[in-house]
């Protein structure tokens, strides 16, 4: 075993000097946009400056390569200080410190998220790409309260990824007043063992400890590592340095040149550049290639197939046709039916266990970079506990697939707290997101080709009843781009249904043309972007008459976007069956039938606007 060699004198010192032009740039930054977090930079200056500057290997000048370790600053107020980083490593230049620049994998902030995005790089790291890069993560002790934190913690030692280091900045001041554990750094440690993590606590502010104990992190085998750092808040800043109070507010101006100047006087060898180590060679470069089912659909109409199972078939076939495909499951597998994926790719299989917030980070992780296609499933209710990681990754333009099955009231028994009645609004409410709302075997495999190849988040509302195949194999689909599955020249109403209340539509639709009373039938197969010309012009031809039935809240669903479509068109009623009120358990078509949305109410709706 190699052992550990003390940097020179000069190394130490230029280690020190480069985490005081990391505070000085982290002020005047702050001092520019009059806002920010330098007392919460500065605490982290030590830090930075040993793992910028010692510890990690990358190419300075192409900092998104796929060989370089990776970084993530989970407490991400903080951000100065990484721009400074940056600009000492010679990749930012100092006139670009006050803008925005691409050398973020994952955008943090929202704190307690940066940690399960660490543990999606890892792991790809470790068991995908099987590449030397390393993975840093550095979180702040106030959001060591967050459960998600220790979601990922757990993850990271039950995988064993020890290319995995989390650093904490325990400078013992939260937004408002001290943290829980304030300096008692014992606890923290036993915490973090408690965990599964190999754990050291150092002087947050001596950089020869630090070089020392990332040093060991780099010796250590089958665990992750966790450096439990003491510092203090706006450590370097007379008059600031912690003390409460202080937190988020810039330096104010009649204080500003005094500290700059005190600090500038701590630098011995101002123009001293420590470079980074280069990273090893051993990545590939990201695929970046359409990927296409191996395999058309094989079903015929009238075959029945819950679109749930219909989701696990084509997310076998996406992986045989390309290796980057993996899969993330919380301990659904069997009911989501991602369990056909493992079954036939096991190791590019993630189990994350009932932890859905940490599941959304890893896959989010994991797709950094471009490295993999993921698609992380649960049931679509589980989500929302994950809606603030959703709601970050869109800012991190992440593409990332998440796949969400029993959807709405027709899940029958299970109850309400397993069905999803929101998620649509969800969805709908992410900038970046597109909602796949498939209602048959054919449509669901196409949604799952489609989503590989769309750029931001994509969903994916699956259903758990078996639903007829109503679409050939060969049938053409476009995100945005609607279905007219029933027509004639002579309807008089457009009835718009997805999933379950599609074929619920159908049916209707035959009990009506029974009655010699005609109805156009719309699957809108996306929800977002939805195919607003194909609406317009079935309304203006069913005497402006539309019906929407979801298996879903009113609010923020199909309903109410389709009313968004049409708001502007004048001579245009749409009338809205949804689920109001929350549900019970029951059987599926009671289900239906109590919540209005079933064929007999569709009839009674459509027979409602004949009276009209």
Request: aromatic fraction near 8%; charge should be neutral.
């Amino acid at each position: 075993m190699t052992s550990y060699h003390k940097p020179d004198e000069k190394t130490l010192q230029g280690l020190k000097d480069v985490a005081n032009k990391l505070r000085i740039n982290s002020i005047k930054a702050t001092c520019a946009s009059n806002s920010g977090h330098p007392t919460s930079c500065c605490s982290a200056a030590e830090l930075m400056s040993v793992l910028f500057f010692h510890a990690m290997r990358y190419k300075a000048d192409d900092p998104r390569n796929q060989c370089n370790d990776r970084f993530v600053l989970s407490k991400g107020h903080a951000a100065p200080v990484l721009y400074a980083a940056w600009a000492e490593a010679g990749f930012v230049k100092d006139h670009s410190l006050y803008h925005k620049l691409a050398f973020v994998d994952v955008a943090t902030g929202s704190l307690g998220q940066g940690l399960g995005a660490a543990c999606g790089m890892a792991y790809t790291g470790k068991y995908f790409d099987k590449s030397s890069y390393r993975v840093y993560c550095m979180l702040g002790d106030g959001e060591c309260s967050e459960g998600s934190v220790w979601e990922a913690m757990a993850f990271g030692s039950h995988y064993q990824l020890d290319n995995l280091v989390a650093i904490l900045d325990v400078n013992r001041l939260g937004q408002s007043e001290p943290a829980p554990l304030k300096h008692d750094m014992e606890i923290y440690r036993k915490r973090c063992e408690a965990f599964g993590w190999n754990t050291y606590v150092v002087d947050g502010h001596d950089v020869e400890e630090l070089c020392k104990a990332f040093w060991q992190a780099q010796q250590v085998k089958g665990k992750p590592t966790c450096i439990v750092a003491k510092t203090f808040k706006g450590r370097g800043l007379k008059g600031i340095e912690d003390l409460e109070n202080w937190h988020g507010k810039p330096i104010p101006k009649d204080r500003v040149d005094e500290i700059l100047n005190d600090l500038q006087s701590q630098i011995q060898v101002p123009n001293k550049t420590l470079c980074p180590d280069l990273p090893n060679e051993d990545t590939a470069p990201a695929d970046l290639s359409p990927i296409s089912l191996a395999s058309p659909p094989e079903y015929k109409k009238g075959d029945k197939m819950a679109t749930r199972q219909a989701y696990g078939v084509a997310l076998k076939k996406l992986g045989q046709a390309s290796q980057r495909v993996v899969a993330l499951d919380g301990d659904t597998k069997n009911s989501t039916f991602s369990e056909t994926f493992k079954k036939a790719f096991p190791d590019r299989y993630i189990e994350c266990f009932i932890a859905e917030q940490n599941m959304v980070g890893v896959a989010i992780g994991c797709a950094s970079r471009d490295r993999t296609v993921a698609f992380a499933s649960t049931f679509a209710a589980f989500f929302s506990r994950a809606y603030d990681q959703i709601r970050m990754g869109a800012i991190s333009q992440t593409n990332v697939n998440l796949v969400g099955s029993h959807c709405g009231v027709s899940i029958g028994e299970d109850g309400p707290s397993q069905m999803a009645l929101e998620d649509l609004a969800m969805f709908r409410a992410i900038p970046t997101c597109t909602v796949f709302y498939p209602s048959d075997a054919v449509s669901t495999e196409r949604a799952v080709e489609l989503s590989s190849n769309t750029k931001g988040i994509c969903f994916i509302r699956t259903s758990r009843p078996a639903t007829a195949v109503i679409y050939s194999p060969d049938e053409k689909f476009e995100v945005g781009v609607a279905k007219v599955v029933r027509q004639s020249d002579n309807d008089q109403v457009t009835v718009i249904g997805a999933g379950v209340t599609l074929h619920e539509a159908l049916t209707a639709a035959d009990k009506l043309a029974a009655q010699g009373k005609n109805i156009r039938v719309i699957d809108p197969f996306t929800i977002k972007p939805l195919d607003a010309a194909t609406i317009l012009a079935s309304a203006r031809a069913t005497r402006g008459q539309i019906i929407t039935v979801e298996d879903h809240y009113k609010e923020g669903g199909l309903g109410e976007a389709v009313l968004s479509a049409v708001g502007s068109e004048p001579g245009i009623v749409v009338t809205r069956l949804a689920v109001t009120g929350v549900p019970r358990s029951g059987k599926p078509q009671e289900l239906l039938d109590i919540f209005g949305i079933s064929a007999e109410y569709i009839v009674k709706a459509v027979t409602q606007t004949f009276a009209n």
